[in-house]
């Protein structure tokens, strides 16, 4: 399986904005998704956006609870993906999760993989 590196989150106050990152650990990937989940307290995990499609042709899809407030953006020469968050309120605490799907190159033959980050806290309040 292909490891992700997750950096970002933690406190922030209403209103207040947050960037999430995390890169693969690898060098040779073709991806199919790439993205961010939520799993706020007692509730399912949930998409909040993602972007299909490896390189030049792309789409993304966000949650419309954060449309208009989050922008997904994607790096890659570095593997990564960011979530820039805005306009945060109290319903968008929960433990964020990375998720990237697709395929690496072992150094003999591509690999399917499907890989969660470890999770980071993101708590709005006052």
């Known amino acids: 399986q292909v490891q992700l590196l997750e950096s970002g989150g933690g406190l922030v106050q209403p209103g207040g904005s947050l960037n999430l990152s995390c890169a693969a650990v690898g060098r040779n990937f073709m991806f199919n998704t790439r993205g961010w989940y939520r799993q706020p307290p007692g509730k399912q995990r949930e998409l909040v956006a993602a972007?299909?499609?490896?390189?030049?042709?792309?789409?993304?899809n966000y949650a419309d609870p954060v449309k208009g407030r989050f922008t997904l953006s994607r790096d890659n020469a570095r593997n990564s993906i960011s979530l820039q968050m805005d306009s945060l309120n109290p319903e968008d605490t929960a433990v964020y999760f990375c998720n990237m799907n697709g395929r690496f190159f072992n150094g003999r033959s591509w690999n399917a993989f499907d890989s969660w980050g470890q999770g980071t806290q993101v708590t709005v309040s006052s």
């Open positions: 972007i299909s499609g490896n390189y030049n042709i792309a789409s993304i």
